[in-house]
């Protein structure tokens, strides 16, 4: 069965203290894998898409890589505004010439000044 | 801002009932893609419209329908609701009609089904 699993749910991180948060998922013909952040009661923004295992992509203090099973993202001396639920979502191929599109249940992340 | 509008923002009615959420995409936009997000099932992905055309569709209920028109807006139309269907529904949009696309999300419709 097609599954995303984030981990961990929920992390509490120091202003300044460095920490990667996990998507792994279970899909045949991955597409493509997406990072979104989402604030409270708010629509998600996009961050990146990773195509293919060993791609890396980089905006200010986040960094996202990929691999065949999994990807991260890393957060180098996160700030109190990084604060936010991460979300990671797949887009696989379906039956039919359809695809699917999965998502995490999200990392609730908060940065403590 | 993302440039996507969604109406209403709030929006309460009771089981049985039918309601229809509008989107309008950011100008230049031709993909209009629907999403819930509810707080056991997280965010899901309903259906996708590209130039007046579904292009793809995922967890969506018989009982729920989408059009998009002429001038690129959406709607998503719900039925027969249910305890169940209550969640924030949020449109998002893109340049092209990939998925892969970087997509611009709304702020969301929160249905509150008594």
């Known amino acids: 069965e097609d599954q995303v699993t984030q981990s961990p749910e929920a992390l509490r991180l120091q202003e300044g203290e460095s920490s990667s948060l996990n998507c792994s998922y279970t899909?045949?013909?991955?597409?493509?894998l997406f990072w979104y952040r989402q604030d409270p009661g708010k629509g998600p923004e996009f961050l990146f898409t990773?195509?293919?295992a060993g791609e890396e992509k980089e905006k200010e203090r986040l960094k996202a890589t990929l691999t065949k099973k999994e990807s991260f993202l890393h957060i180098t001396a996160p700030k109190p505004e990084d604060s936010a639920t991460y979300l990671c979502?797949?887009?696989?191929?379906?039956?039919?010439?359809?695809?699917?599109?999965?998502f995490g249940t999200g990392t609730r992340l908060k940065v403590l000044a | 801002d993302s440039g996507v509008t969604q109406t209403p923002k709030h929006l309460i009615t009771a089981t049985g009932q039918r309601v229809t959420l509008r989107c309008s995409p950011r100008?230049?936009?031709?993909?209009v893609y629907w999403y819930q997000q509810s707080l056991d099932q997280g965010l899901q992905f309903l259906i996708q419209?590209?130039?007046?055309?579904?292009?793809a569709k995922g967890n969506i209920l018989e009982r729920f329908s989408a059009q998009q028109f002429p001038d690129l807006h959406s709607e998503l139309n719900l039925s027969s609701l249910e305890l169940g269907d209550s969640a924030l529904y949020f449109c998002?949009?893109?340049?092209?009609?990939?998925?892969?696309?970087?997509?611009?999300f709304g702020p969301g419709t929160r249905l509150t089904v008594l």
């Open positions: 998002a949009s893109s340049v092209g009609g990939d998925i892969t696309n970087e997509q611009f």
């Open positions: 100008s230049g936009d031709l993909s």
């Open positions: 979502a797949v887009q696989a191929l379906g039956t039919s010439g359809t695809y699917k599109y999965i």
């Open positions: 419209y590209y130039n007046g055309e579904e292009r």
């Open positions: 990773l195509y293919s």
């Open positions: 899909v045949s013909g991955l597409r493509g």
